[in-house]
């Protein structure tokens, strides 16, 4: 984590980081499971895919990427050109440090006949490994172009994979990741507060393990939760996935009840993604004043990353904004 030692009391932190924005020419991007207050600063809020299309399209000089390190990566790998800051450098992910890139060489090496689809969720050095990158709100469209007979292995989430398997029917090979958030849901604690609120739906993210998966009325990327939550005809909806998405949900939908789903403790609190939490409104401004932290990527890997992330967004045009994954 990075520790914040000047002294910023007395500093109007969203006035600045508003004039900082102008002179710098930034734009600044923010994942849904930001803070509310990074959110509602943020010029785009999206999920992984809408974020890495707008990394690609903006013409700001400067991307502050409030999101994780793979997503900061990912607008680095797409716009080379621009100054890309993320505010804590620390900001990762379970799911990419599961995944080393010289074991995944290996794991590749050890099945030459298969292709690599990737979950985004990982380092730009095993992007550069793989064939073709996908999203949770990509998956479903770009498996359906691969033919059946066609091996592949699928990382680094194993449960992400499994769900596209056993949807499609495929025999995807999963490396065993998980993410630290989804996988810290209880299912008995999820049927007790299904029980408390009978009637209302679940709606969760294809991150979350099979036991979760299975009570699920829809399934999909946290824009697709959020169309959900946008269009079911009830009045309260469970919501598996990282809870500060419920800040959109509350603010599009302002007359709707949104209960996140409980962890083992039948608290949600341990499902806050420890990762995302360490951007602050502090760090945002530190980063926009002093273009630090800042994401390099060597040019060589950089170029053999972006041949996957272009098939990406070659193979799911059109997938954002869909409701992708759908229904159990
Ligand atoms: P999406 O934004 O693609 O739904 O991914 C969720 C996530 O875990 C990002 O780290
Ligand atoms: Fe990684 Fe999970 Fe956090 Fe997303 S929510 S950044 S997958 S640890």
């Known amino acids: ?19 900082l924005k102008q002179e710098r020419n930034a734009v600044i991007l923010a994942h849904y499971y930001q803070k509310p207050e990074i959110q509602d600063l943020a010029d785009y809020v999206g999920d992984s895919l809408e974020l890495s299309k707008k990394a690609a399209a903006t013409d700001a000089e400067v991307i502050a990427f409030c999101g994780v390190k793979f997503m900061a990566d990912t607008a680095k790998i797409l716009s080379p050109e621009k ?12 799911l990419e440090d599961s995944c080393p890139p010289e074991k995944f060489k290996a794991f590749r090496e050890a099945h030459p006949d298969h292709i690599a689809l990737t979950y985004i969720n990982c380092s730009t050095e095993v992007k550069a490994l793989s064939d073709v990158i996908v999203t949770s709100s990509s998956a479903e ?26 949807k499609f029917g495929r025999d995807m090979l999963l490396w065993p990741g998980v993410c630290i958030v989804h996988e810290a849901f ?30 699920a009325d829809y399934v999909g990327s946290t824009s697709g939760i959020l169309n959900f939550a946008k269009t079911f005809p009830g009045d309260t909806l469970i919501v598996a996935t990282e809870p500060h998405i419920i800040h959109q949900m509350e603010k599009a939908i302002p007359g709707k009840t949104f209960i996140g789903a409980p962890g083992a403790d039948g608290n949600c609190n341990c499902n806050i993604c420890p990762y995302m939490a360490l951007n602050t409104l502090e760090k945002l401004y530190v980063a926009l004043r002093d273009l630090q932290p800042r994401i390099e990527i060597e040019e060589g890997l950089r170029l053999a990353a972006k041949k996957s992330l272009d098939r990406m967004l070659e193979m799911a045009a059109g997938t954002v904004g869909k409701g992708d994954l759908g229904g159990r």
């Open 1 to 19: 984590m990075t520790v914040l030692t000047e002294n910023l009391t007395g500093v109007d932190i969203l006035a600045e980081i508003a004039r």
């Open 83 to 94: 100054i890309v800051v993320l505010p804590d450098m620390d900001a990762g992910c379970s």
């Open 141 to 166: 469209t770009i498996l359906q172009q691969i033919p059946a007979s066609q091996k592949i292995i699928f990382g680094p989430d194993r449960h992400l994979g499994g769900y596209l398997n056993r």
């Open 186 to 215: 209880s299912e008995t604690e999820l049927l007790k507060l299904k029980a408390q609120n009978p009637g209302a739906p679940i709606a969760a993210h294809p991150e979350c393990p099979p036991a979760i998966i299975d009570h």
